[in-house]
């Protein structure tokens, strides 16, 4: 009531301002709500809602619709052709052929949109996300009505009559019509369907119930008596009915039923479709009669495979072709000569090198969703995908994967060792020294000739690694190898050879090693290097060794230090050798006027009795010096 | 419904792990109002039981205000929302969330709000008003907003429905979509058979609109499924299985994605009868070995089709599946044979239900006998297991009503009448509505609607009951015609 006096004691002419402005300012809202959705529209079409621009306006219009729903209620938009209004005024304009929101909405037939309380950031994203999703569709595949009912949105509804739909599908039938001359049969006007009934047929005439319809009626009685007893236990009477349950309720679902109907929904979305896609085109091929359809349809395989590998799905392409096989199976039993061999083509295209170079620009681009599952996608390609990984193991990131395809190498190796050594290459030293070192693992004496391909090698690391697992052979061949590393232009590699050199009881090698030793080359070689062919001689033992060293031990050195350097290495090398003749070199050698080698004769021949005596002890010889 | 049953499903609502508590409670709320709302319409206000259901009604109101400032149910597009959140109802109280919707509309009522300090006396008289107003009549907001507040209830309001929930010329909107299904399903059939693209954002439109009838008038839309235009059966039947076989799925509770998946699915289920000579599919005698070999192949024909449409065009998977499987039993006999046996798809499985349903209750030249919808219904119960799975075929039963939508039946006053809709209360599945087509003399009348749960208040006897299902045919009788000219009426 005082609201009411207050309301009485203003003007009218007063009220009808304050009411006018508040309109104006709650249409400026609009205005300003619908300008903010329209550029968070244009924005989610440039950038991921996470960009920090577009949350920052989605944040702004969230606040805004929550502002003014909190304060008015539901908004509904009207929607024309190029404007949306509000309370029937024009609230925004886009006249824009490609970008207008208006007509974005106008064009599927939507009339109004609502917005209700409650609507909150997440809808307002995902309707944004809609709008982006249906707007880059083809237009004959976008309707962004039937997006937004498919995603049933809580507080945003919409308005679409069924009015757009009559026009859609009676201008598609007249386009159609015209493109083929069809003629419409009678009753289909192609303005408008029209719904035509005679009503006054239904108050005309009689119906005579024949003798066997009569039979029930005419038991009226007893029929009713059985129906109530179906009904209910009231005996008819309606007074009753809300307690009792009917024998047909209890024929309703009960509550295990009803979870079982609920577990048969979520299996039905559990089921991968494209497994269920790959069943399907076996099925259709299965039951096809003609060979051009079924010609037709794997290429429809084909495609289909082409389009998992490049979607990554390789455990699906995989399962193709399996399937494939299997039916390929059945039609070779069934004599079907034509389809098994058309499906023999699939499998070859399965394989084919197109096929392979899709994923090796994958792993090039180093889009790996699954090591695990192209692994084994690349394993039913046998050994024609190893030269394919090999091209690209240097510049696999992804460690799982390279720790796979080692091990599918491994076991290609195991195989057969020459599979994995075509794959080495002096471009691919992280691959080379792995298989290298898988060479060695598998200890196959056959693999050692191939070992003389690295000696071309430009590659040092892969030149040592091969040095290092001839060296661990302990085979002759190695060995004629190692020694073919020691013409190598690299001292490291020389070195490394000279160390990683057996004597295995062959003299003749022990004997090109002398003659190197004595060469005028060998003096030109690096302490280093001369050192362990010195060691090499050391660890054979043989008098002829011990002559030799003995020799440059007791050459004089004439002030020279680089035959001192030389006659030190001959000491070590004695040393190592530890035989009798050895100790004699070295205890004349401790008789010398060189200090330099007098005392180093005298520490080895310590070190060898220290040695012996150990050995003595332990019954067995000192174990050789591996590194100089 | 048992009070015990009533309990079971409380709880099971109350247990769903994903709704918020709140909205748990606004679900109980909801079971509860239906439960005192059925009692208001049999009881005085003083009666006890439903003062005690009236005090445990209160007790839930209560709660929720604990959480919430008030407990607003809105209705919109159909479904119910409280606070702002959409309630989802899933099988087992579908029949709850339908009765509330009706009611609601009825009364033209958008929203109610619940607020704080509501009294039992206030819930009472509420419900009291809304219940015990006449069940038949069409009823004004107006008149029923003005009795609230001279019942003195201030704390509870009742909004208008908005004029956009306000479905007018449904009948003839629901009839127009049917044809218009039609027309489009023969135009995609057209362009299929010259190898153009089919327009699939127009069927999907056409599945969403028939989804939205079903929502808006079940019954009606099945009633339409009455139409059998023998000229272009394959696009009628069509048309017929999807609505049929989304009305199911949507009671088992699939998602609109899925109904969406299924109605296309449906619709294009018989697209392989595209290559079935008419000289055979009309063939009025029994077919020989090699006839029915070419029947046979439109599974896999249709699933051919729909293939080489899908790489083109955003078709659901499902609809090959359909297409191929929609005759393979739950067996797993019938036909195509499979390379690999496995379980028909759920979708499959749907529109076999429907599709069949929908075939043997259609007059064909080669068809010795055409089965009334309740013999069809019996038939197809007979062989649950089977031919059909058991618990969709359940569904689809009780869906279509004992007496199903569209059956022609004797009363035991001699009248005989159309059923037009079913009766939401269970134990009235035998007792639906019927459009009174003759009077007991046999004479056809345009008549009423007659509610066969409507008792005559002298003897506490129902009025009517239904003795026998009839063959319309027989009698000349065009059940499509009856509905159709609901929206005819309309327009």
């Keep these: ?538 660890k054979s033992r043989t008098d002829e060794a011990c002559r030799y060293l003995k020799s440059v031990l007791m050459t004089p050195s004439l002030l020279s230090p680089k035959v001192t350097s030389l006659r030190l290495l001959a000491v070590d090398a004695l040393e190592l050798m530890s035989t009798d003749g050895a100790r004699a070199a070295l205890d004349r050698g401790s008789r010398l006027w060189n200090f330099k080698i007098r005392r180093a004769c005298l520490q080895a021949l310590e070190a060898v009795a220290a040695r012996s005596a150990r050995s003595e002890g332990q019954d067995h010889l000192p174990p050789e010096a591996d590194a100089p | 419904m048992t009070e015990q049953a009533k309990r079971r499903s409380i709880r099971r609502l109350a247990a769903r792990p994903e709704l918020r508590p709140v909205v748990r409670s606004a679900i109980d709320l909801l079971v509860r109002f239906h439960i005192i709302y059925k009692n208001a319409r049999l009881f005085e206000p003083n009666n006890i039981t439903f003062d005690v259901q009236t005090g445990k009604l209160l007790d839930l109101m209560v709660d929720i205000h604990d959480q919430e400032s008030e407990a607003a149910f809105h209705l919109r597009q159909n479904s119910l929302f409280f606070n702002g959140t959409r309630l989802k109802f899933g099988f087992q109280n579908y029949g709850i969330f339908k009765f509330i919707v009706d009611e609601l509309k009825r009364n033209e009522i958008g929203g109610i709000i619940f607020y704080p300090g509501v009294t039992g006396d206030e819930l009472r008289s509420f419900i009291f008003l809304l219940a015990k107003r006449d069940a038949r009549a069409k009823r004004s907001f107006v008149g029923l907003e003005a009795a609230v507040r001279a019942a003195g209830v201030e704390r509870i309001d009742i909004e208008p429905i908005p004029l956009s929930e306000i479905s007018t010329d449904q009948e003839k909107n629901s009839a127009k979509v049917y044809f218009l299904s039609i027309l489009h399903l023969k135009d995609s059939f057209e362009r299929d058979r010259n190898n153009e693209n089919i327009r699939l954002e127009t069927s999907r439109r056409l599945v969403q609109s028939i989804y939205n009838h079903i929502v808006d008038n079940e019954s009606f839309v099945y009633g339409l499924t009455n139409l059998k235009n023998h000229d272009d059966y394959t696009l009628n039947h069509s048309v017929n299985v999807c609505a049929l076989a989304v009305g199911l799925g949507r009671r088992i509770g699939l998602q609109r994605t899925e109904l969406m998946d299924l109605g296309i699915s449906a619709f294009f289920h018989d697209l392989g009868k595209l290559d079935t000579p008419k000289e055979i599919l009309e063939k009025p005698a029994g077919l020989d070995p090699d006839e029915r070999a070419v029947i046979q192949k439109h599974p896999h024909q249709g699933a051919e089709k729909l293939l080489h449409l899908r790489e083109f065009r955003n078709l659901p998977l499902r609809a090959i599946h359909v297409a191929l499987e929609h005759h393979i039993r739950e067996d797993l006999s019938g036909y195509p044979i499979s390379f690999r046996k496995r379980e028909a798809n759920l979708f499959s499985k749907i529109v076999k239900i429907a599709d069949y349903f929908d075939a043997i209750t259609t007059k064909r030249a080669y068809r010795a006998k055409i089965f009334t919808r309740a013999e069809a219904l019996d038939q197809m119960l007979e062989c649950s297991g089977t031919e059909f799975h058991p618990l969709l075929l359940k569904v689809f039963a009780s869906m279509l009503g004992r007496y199903p939508i569209g059956s022609f039946v004797l009363l035991d006053s001699w009248e005989m009448g159309i059923v037009v809709d079913t009766n939401s209360e269970p134990q009235f599945q035998l007792r639906p509505k019927v459009k009174l087509v003759t009077d007991a003399e046999g004479n056809k009348i345009d008549g009423d609607e007659a509610d066969l749960a409507e008792t005559d208040p002298s003897s506490g006897r129902f009025k009517r009951t239904i003795v026998r299902v009839l063959e319309p045919n027989k009698y000349g009788i065009n059940v499509s015609d009856y509905f159709f000219a609901q929206a005819a009426v309309r327009s």
Excluded: C
Aim: proline share 4%; hydrophobic share 40%.
């Design chain 1, 1 to 538: 009531m005082a609201a009411e006096e207050t309301k009485n004691q203003i003007p009218s002419s007063l009220r009808e301002q304050a009411s006018d402005s508040a309109g104006r300012s709650t249409t400026g809202k609009i205005r300003e709500i619908l300008k903010l959705l329209s550029q968070a529209v244009s924005t989610i079409k440039i950038y991921p809602s996470i960009h920090s621009s577009l949350r920052t306006l989605i944040d702004e219009l969230a606040g805004r619709f929550k502002s003014f729903l909190d304060e008015h209620g539901a908004i509904e938009i009207g929607i024309q052709e190029r404007s949306f209004t509000y309370a029937g005024q024009p609230v925004f304009r886009d006249d824009h052929a490609v970008r207008s929101l208006p007509f974005f909405f106008f064009k599927d037939g939507m009339q109004i949109l609502f917005f209700y309380p409650g609507l909150d950031r997440q809808e307002i994203v995902e309707f944004l996300e809609i709008i982006r999703r249906e707007s880059f569709l083809p237009p004959d595949e976008a309707d962004i009505v039937n997006a937004l009912w498919e995603r049933e949105f809580g507080n945003i509804q919409y308005f679409a009559p069924d009015d757009f739909l009559e026009s859609r599908v009676l201008k598609e039938r007249d386009e159609w019509a015209q493109q083929m001359h069809v003629v419409e049969s009678e009753g289909i006007v192609l303005s408008e369907v029209e719904i035509k009934v005679d009503k006054d047929n239904f108050g005309r005439g009689r119906i005579e119930l024949d003798a066997e319809d009569r039979v029930p009626a005419a038991r009226s009685d007893s029929a009713s008596t059985e129906i109530r007893e179906v009904e209910s236990e009231t005996d008819g009477q309606a007074g009753d009915q809300t307690g009792a349950e009917s024998p047909l309720h209890k024929a309703s679902l009960n509550e295990p039923e009803i979870e079982r109907i609920e577990f048969m929904i979520r299996s039905n979305r559990e089921l991968p479709p494209h497994q269920e896609y790959i069943d399907l085109l076996i099925e259709i091929l299965f039951l096809e009669d003609s060979l051009p359809m079924f010609r037709s349809t794997t290429s429809v395989l084909e495609q289909h495979f082409m389009d998992m590998v490049q979607r990554g799905e390789y455990d699906q392409a995989r399962l193709l072709v399996e399937r494939a096989r299997l039916l390929r199976a059945h039609f070779e039993q069934e004599k079907n000569t034509s389809k098994a061999a058309r499906l023999d083509e699939f499998v070859k295209f399965a394989r084919d090198e197109k096929i392979l170079a899709v994923i090796k620009a994958q792993i090039l681009s180093q889009d790996i969703a699954s090591p695990e599952g192209l692994m084994d996608f690349l394993r039913t390609f046998g050994p024609s995908v190893l030269q394919v990984l090999a091209e690209v193991y240097e510049r696999i990131e992804n460690l799982d994967f390279r720790r796979l395809v080692l091990e599918y190498i491994r076991a290609m190796a195991r195989e057969d060792f020459r599979t994995a050594i075509n794959l080495a290459n002096d471009h691919r030293p992280l691959l080379t020294r792995e298989i290298i070192g898988l060479l060695f693992d598998l200890k196959n004496k056959k693999s050692i000739p191939f070992f003389a391909n690295f000696l071309n090698y430009t590659t040092k690391d892969i030149k040592m690694e091969a040095i290092d697992a001839l060296g661990a052979f302990e085979d002759e061949t190695a060995n004629k190898i190692i020694l073919e590393f020691m013409k190598d232009p690299d001292p490291e590699i020389r070195t490394r050879a000279a160390l990683r050199l057996r004597y295995l009881g062959d003299l003749g090698r022990l004997k090109q090693m002398i003659l190197q030793a004595q060469s005028r080359e060998f003096r030109k070689k690096s302490p280093i290097e001369q050192k362990a062919i010195f060691t090499y001689l050391g």
